[in-house]
């Protein structure tokens, strides 16, 4: 596979830890460090499956958790006075409360100034050509997109992944199918999308273009509540901003 989406563009390493801790309901203070970075290597694997344009600093996190587990297992040593003895995971929890707290702080400024486009927002007469936002809605992450994803691949009947298929999907074409899909419906359930695949390289190449339409800011991935369905609508303010061009 040749196309590649830009990573970066997404989330780093600590939001996946952060993500991983959360939804896994784990004590931040007391993370298990094991399960926590097998976990984190699992989702790696899959973006390099995916042939995603993995930054170095997911691969610097790999190695930084691999060597906190080591340490983990070590026993403890005998010699040292007790005032030496540091839990190995204590600068990482330090590294997430501090990121935890920008991304709060971040998020909190992100809905301020959303709630400040509405005392301007132009009233649209054609309220049918432009899906309705919703409050209740936010917009699922990469990870949550991963997740689902699993899922998908996991639901496939298994004769799909050894079926042979001549022909060859690329991004580009799954761009437009999703795009054209958006202009019958409004939006579309995550998992829908893929029922009509025929072979894996077609589930991978829909779910790459999703990736692309998103980093496009041509649609938002969105969800009703953490971990739930996620749905797929255009995104809103670029239909704005393309009409007003």
């Given at each position: ?28 203070y ?37 060597h ?27 590294r ?8 709060e ?7 301020m ?90 589930i ?10 998103i ?31």
């Amino acid at each position: 596979m040749t196309y590649k989406v830009k990573l970066e563009v997404f989330e780093g390493p600590l939001d996946l830890l952060l993500y991983l801790i959360k939804k896994e309901e784990i004590d931040i203070y007391d993370i298990p460090i094991a399960k926590i970075t097998d976990q984190y290597l699992e989702y790696l694997e899959f973006m390099k499956l995916l042939d995603l344009n993995i930054a170095g600093e997911f691969l610097v996190m790999a190695a930084t958790l691999m060597h906190i587990k080591s340490r983990m297992l070590l026993p403890p040593d005998q010699a040292a006075p007790e005032e030496e003895e540091k839990d190995p995971r204590a600068e990482l929890v330090k590294r997430l409360l501090e990121y935890k707290k920008f991304k709060e702080a971040a998020a909190e400024l992100s809905h301020m100034e959303s709630k400040q486009k509405h005392f301007f927002a132009r009233i649209s007469l054609d309220k049918d050509k432009v899906p309705v936002t919703s409050d209740d809605f936010f917009e699922a992450s990469l990870f949550d997109l991963i997740t689902a994803f699993t899922k998908v691949l996991k639901d496939i009947p298994k004769d799909i992944f050894h079926e042979v298929i001549k022909d060859e999907y690329t991004v580009s074409e799954k761009i437009h199918d999703i795009l054209h899909l958006l202009v019958e419906k409004t939006a579309i359930n995550f998992g829908d999308l893929f029922k009509v695949a025929k072979s894996k390289m077609e589930i991978i190449t829909t779910f790459l273009a999703v990736l692309e339409l998103i980093r496009l800011k041509e649609i938002v991935a969105r969800q009703a509540s953490p971990f739930s369905e996620i749905e797929i609508t255009r995104n809103i303010e670029a239909m704005k901003a393309g009409s007003n061009g």
